[in-house]
């Protein structure tokens, strides 16, 4: 490298001044030093509804599926396939958020990105877990492996996913070297476990102008990769019902279809996630109103996206009515399931769409809770696309018990459901723990920058 | 196992004229026998039966020959259906030279439930799992409703063998898709790719698991089945009696109806039977406008409905709702 451009680059690192540098880091890494009672009960609260949840998965593999769970030969993808569906949707915020804000030069992502990966790497974690839960034979899960066959979407969807959570990983670690580094220097008085973790963790950083440049390259040809694997996750496991035979789900549209209803629940996610860590951790500073201002622009435009393919779902075979379909499309517009879909549609599309166009709107508490809405209506979305229609193939159904007609989650299911959320959020919560959950170098690197968008927001 | 065979169709040993026997040797080629198939008439069955063959080689017998030539060869020449050593084959391996067949005449169907009950028994199954299912079904508000009974229809192009990740669903060499419970991972993609609601899985209902511990499979020659449904957490289905047609037995359900509704047969023969009539397969498809359900999606079933036209009954609406029970 030349004399000049380290000279260029150390002249930039100096217009940030050591104590303001110091400053951000007493104020990023605070929230590792201590955690509070309220943060404790929070943790303790999580881990009492995962071992609820281990509990039940222990109940349902141990007694008979046809007591503990409300699954039958006419639905028998319940609950569990809506939300392994859910959380493979809600990893895709890390695609979103950093990725394609990094690629395409919108700065404000840089608080940001972290909060996205560690979300990501969680859900699609706990979508392994989902998908696991719905085996009828989860002792042969290995069998994919020694008998695995091509020809299976599942395989498919098996290979993408695991490709993926390998590169969320890498993509969450590389960006965390530097920042470990700083963990060791910064917070000394931490356990010596801990210091030590970071210190192995941070395989030798030492922040020369060589490391640095490796570090951005690598990251941003993760950053590329990250996107095309995240687009493929999705699309398969829209595939997974696209493939078969049955009308409910016979539709081109329906990878598209998923992949930005990911993006939207992805949003609604971070929204969330922003919301609550700047509450918690007082990070006003730093998650500021400018970047709700900026995700409730994004959520309009996620809406708008997702309400499209909406309405080329519906919209399209509504219009034929053919007889394959119309007994499906009927109960859900007007009949039995019609409160369910038109509310999910309501908060789930119709209201993001339009709300935070008023600037108001776009102010952390009521996005927040317009968010709330959309995230728990993105739950149902995707129960109301998995379930209902498999009530009503292609021969009557006829001679089986009332039970087997309407499929109703059994308290087992539930259980297992909520467990996984609390998973979710444990990992996320004790991440943020150990970990400093913004990015300091990056934040730092923004501001050093001078990056305009953030420094003359008003 | 002869046995089996001659007890079953005493009637139609007893009914079938020698110039219907003539007949039916036609399809019969020489040395390899129809297997699987048991249209096979009495005479033949004597001819054939295991006492004759222990006896010395050099008595001959006459046979008709495909081309309608009786022949003279030696007795040892000639195999028994049964005698066929397909003890070897395993699950996936389909009997040679075989290409199963099933064809439900519609006109017939009177809702007896009797192939559902006989599916049942054979494959340990308590309601409410029927692999067997009698529908009512009526296409048009004019248009008259019927009895609809139907297994899995064993598709050419089976969309359920494609999606299964594991391999577990397969489809053989005779025609048979077979699922191999063993393999199974339970994921139920097969259930959703079935266009037909085909498939059934097992949860593990407490009351059919007691049963098949009770009645543990191949307990009996008359209950005996390869395919093994009682495997908590996989999924089963109609497997058109693997076990039978191997010993030259029809399906369960074809032998339990008692009106003939069901046909059972070779298409590489040409041949399908209720165990009482035989037809020429192309023939009775031609003649009867025979169809296959849902064309359109491209499975290419091998079960095949000649539509109820002069039927044997009126249509009579069913006087009991069936598996009310959980």
């Known amino acids: 490298m030349s004399k000049e451009t380290i000279k260029k680059e150390s002249t930039q690192y100096e217009t940030f001044t050591q104590e303001e540098y110091m400053i951000m880091k007493d104020d990023l890494l605070r929230p590792m030093r201590k955690i509070r009672l309220g943060g404790k009960i929070w943790i303790a609260f999580l881990v009492l509804v995962c071992c609820a949840g281990v509990y039940a998965y222990y109940i349902q593999e141990t007694k008979s599926k046809y007591v503990t769970v409300s699954l039958r030969d006419i639905t028998f993808w319940g609950v569990y396939i809506s939300n392994f569906v859910f959380f493979v949707a809600l990893s895709l915020v890390g695609v979103l958020m950093s990725a394609v804000l990094k690629l395409t030069n919108f700065e404000w992502y840089r608080p940001l990105s972290r909060i996205a990966e560690i979300i990501a790497v969680a859900a699609i974690m706990l979508a392994g877990v989902s998908i696991v839960a719905a085996m009828g034979r989860p002792d042969r899960l290995h069998y994919l492996i020694i008998h695995g066959r091509i020809q299976s979407p599942i395989v498919w969807d098996i290979i993408v996913i695991m490709t993926y959570l390998a590169t969320s990983l890498v993509l969450l670690y590389i960006p965390l070297i530097p920042s470990l580094s700083t963990c060791k220097n910064h917070l000394t008085n931490l356990p010596k476990w801990q210091l030590k973790m970071y210190k192995f963790l941070s395989f030798g950083w030492e922040g020369t102008t060589e490391q640095w440049k490796i570090l951005k390259r690598t990251v941003k040809v993760l950053t590329v990769l990250v996107i095309p694997l995240g687009i493929s996750i999705h699309t398969v496991t829209a595939w997974l019902f696209a493939t078969t035979l049955r009308a409910e789900w016979d539709s081109a549209n329906l990878g598209a279809y998923f992949v930005s209803g990911a993006f939207l629940l992805g949003v609604s996610a971070m929204i969330l996630a922003v919301y609550t860590f700047r509450r918690a951790y007082h990070l006003e500073k730093y998650l500021t109103e400018m970047h709700f201002d900026k995700l409730g622009k994004v959520l309009v435009l996620m809406a708008l996206i997702y309400g499209y393919f909406n309405i080329n779902e519906f919209l399209v075979p509504a219009y034929k009515m053919s007889g394959l379909v119309s007994d499906k499309l009927k109960n859900l517009f007007n009949g039995e399931e019609a409160m369910f879909f038109w509310s999910v549609l309501l908060f789930g599309i119709i209201l993001p769409a339009i709300l935070p166009l008023f600037k108001q709107m776009r102010k952390p508490l009521p996005l927040t809770l317009l968010s709330l809405g959309v995230f728990i209506a993105g739950w149902f979305k995707r129960y109301l696309i998995v379930i209902p229609g498999q009530a009503d193939p292609y021969l009557p159904i006829q001679n089986v018990p009332e039970s087997w007609k309407h499929y109703s989650p059994s308290m087992v299911e539930w259980t297992i459901v909520a467990a996984s959320f609390a998973a979710m959020m444990l990992i996320v919560t004790l991440f943020s723990k150990y970990f400093p959950i913004i990015s300091v170098w990056e934040v730092a690197e923004g501001r050093l920058e001078g990056k305009e968008e953030i420094i003359n927001y008003k | ?326």
């Open chain 2, 1 to 326: 196992m002869s046995e089996h065979t001659e007890n079953s169709h005493k009637n139609e040993e007893n009914n079938t004229s020698d110039a219907n026997e003539a007949g039916r040797r036609k399809f019969l080629k020489f040395g390899v026998l129809a297997a699987g198939l048991t249209v096979v008439g009495g005479g033949l069955q004597k001819v054939f039966s295991d006492e004759s063959k222990s006896t010395l080689t050099e008595e001959k017998v006459k046979v008709l020959t495909a081309e309608g030539k009786v022949v003279e060869v030696n007795k040892n020449a000639i195999a028994h259906p049964a005698d066929n050593n397909l003890s070897h084959l395993t699950e996936r391996d389909g009997i040679p030279n075989r290409k199963f067949i099933m064809v439900i005449d519609l006109a017939r169907c009177a809702n007896a439930r009797k192939c559902v009950e006989g599916c049942q028994k054979m494959h340990n199954l308590l309601p409410p799992i029927e692999y067997m299912k009698v529908r009512k079904m009526q296409d048009t508000p004019l248009t008259s409703p019927y009895w609809f009974p139907t297994a899995c229809y064993h598709c050419d192009n089976p969309p359920c063998t494609k999606v299964c990740p594991v391999g577990a669903t397969f489809k053989r060499s005779d025609g048979i898709v077979g699922v191999d419970s063993d393999r199974c991972i339970g994921c139920k993609f097969c259930m959703a790719a079935c266009p037909y609601s085909a498939r059934t899985f097992n949860f593990g209902r407490p009351e059919q698991v007691q049963f098949n511990e009770s009645h543990p499979k191949c307990d009996t020659q008359e209950n005996c089945c390869v395919t093994n449904g009682g495997t908590v957490g996989t999924v089963s289905k109609c497997d058109f009696c693997p076990q039978h047609l191997s010993e030259g037995k029809l399906p369960a359900c074809i032998t339990a109806c008692p009106n003939g509704t069901l046909f059972f047969g070779d298409e590489l023969e040409d041949v399908v039977t209720n165990g009482e009539e035989t037809f020429r397969l192309k023939k009775l498809l031609k003649d009867r406008s025979a169809y296959r359900e849902m064309e359109e999606l491209g499975t290419k079933p091998r079960v095949y409905f000649l539509p109820p036209v002069k039927r044997l009954f009126p249509f009579e609406d069913a006087t009991k709702v069936y598996n009310t029970q959980e």
